[in-house]
T-cell receptor, first 117, second 109 residues
Framework: EAGVAQSPRYKIIEKRQSVAFWCNPI?????LYWYQQILGQGPKLLIQ????????DSQLPKDRFSAERLKGVDSTLKIQPAKLEDSAVYLC???????????????FGPGTRLTVL | GESVGLHLPTLSVQEGDNSIINCAYS??????FIWYKQESGKGPQFIID?????DKRQGQRVTVLLNKTVKHLSLQIAATQPGDSAVYFC????????FGKGTMLLVSP
C-alpha cells in the first residue's frame, strides 16, 4: 500500500513570498491533516479535513495560511506571505475514519521542509 | 537528513539493553494514546497505541503502560537495536491529536 505522498520535499523562499505544499493521502482515507513541526518540537495540528470539509482549523493562522481539499482526495496548503517563523517541516497525515474525532491511526508523509530567509 | 532532536531529552543505551521512554500528558479527557517514532528526515511512524480503558498493551518488542491517575505514559523497548535510534513522541487524543515533547533515543552498537 502506498503511503502519504508530499511534495516538494524541500523549499527555500524569502520572507513575504508565497509557497504551496501538496499532499496525496493513502487511497480511501477520508480524513486528512496538516501539521507544522518546528525543529525540536512535536507536530502541531494546523487543519483537519474530513472528505472535502474542514473539521478543525482552530490552530491555522488564517491571515496567512490557507488549505483546501476540493475533491476530497489531494490537498494543498498555502502560505502567503511567509514569515521567518514559518520555517518548519509541514507534515501531511491521513486516516481511514469517516467520522470526526475517531481514533483511527494517522499515517504521516515525509513532510516538506520550509526555510524562510 | 536534518535532526529533529535538537534540545530534546536524550536516552543513550547499549544495543541489547531495554529502553524506557516516559511521557506526561496533560488532558484528563484524552481517551486514546499513541507512540510515534520519527527518524531524521522522515514523518512520524506509528509504533503502538493504547486506549484509556487499558493500562498495558504489548506489541513486538514494545510495551506501552498507561497510568491515568498520574497522567503518565511509558514506552518500553526490549532488546534495543541500533535501528531503534530515533526521536519518540507520545501523543494524546481528545478530539484532536496532541503531541508531547519528544525523547531522542541513541543506541550504541
Amino acid at each position: 500500500e502506498a503511503g502519504v505522498a508530499q511534495s516538494p520535499r524541500y523549499k527555500i523562499i524569502e520572507k513575504r513570498q508565497s509557497v504551496a505544499f501538496w499532499c496525496n493521502p493513502i487511497s480511501g482515507h477520508a480524513t486528512l491533516y496538516w501539521y507544522q513541526q518546528i525543529l525540536g518540537q512535536g507536530p502541531k495540528l494546523l487543519i483537519q479535513f474530513q472528505n472535502n470539509g474542514v473539521v478543525d482549523d482552530s490552530q491555522l493562522p488564517k491571515d496567512r495560511f490557507s488549505a483546501e481539499r476540493l475533491k476530497g482526495v489531494d490537498s494543498t496548503l498555502k502560505i502567503q506571505p511567509a514569515k521567518l517563523e514559518d520555517s518548519a517541516v509541514y507534515l501531511c497525515a491521513s486516516s481511514l475514519d469517516r467520522g470526526g474525532g475517531s481514533t483511527d491511526t494517522q499515517y504521516f508523509g515525509p513532510g516538506t521542509r520550509l526555510t524562510v530567509l | 537528513g536534518e535532526s529533529v532532536g535538537l534540545h530534546l531529552p536524550t536516552l543513550s543505551v547499549q544495543e541489547g539493553d531495554n529502553s524506557i521512554i516516559n511521557c506526561a500528558y496533560s488532558n484528563s479527557a484524552s481517551d486514546y494514546f499513541i507512540w510515534y517514532k520519527q527518524e531524521s528526515g522522515k514523518g512520524p511512524q506509528f509504533i503502538i497505541d493504547i486506549r484509556s480503558n487499558m493500562d498495558k498493551r504489548q506489541g513486538q518488542r514494545v510495551t506501552v503502560l498507561l497510568n491515568k491517575t498520574v497522567k503518565h505514559l511509558s514506552l518500553q523497548i526490549a532488546a534495543t537495536q541500533p535501528g531503534d535510534s530515533a526521536v519518540y513522541f507520545c501523543a494524546e487524543m481528545d478530539s484532536t491529536l496532541t503531541f508531547g515533547k519528544g525523547t531522542m533515543l541513541l543506541v550504541s552498537p
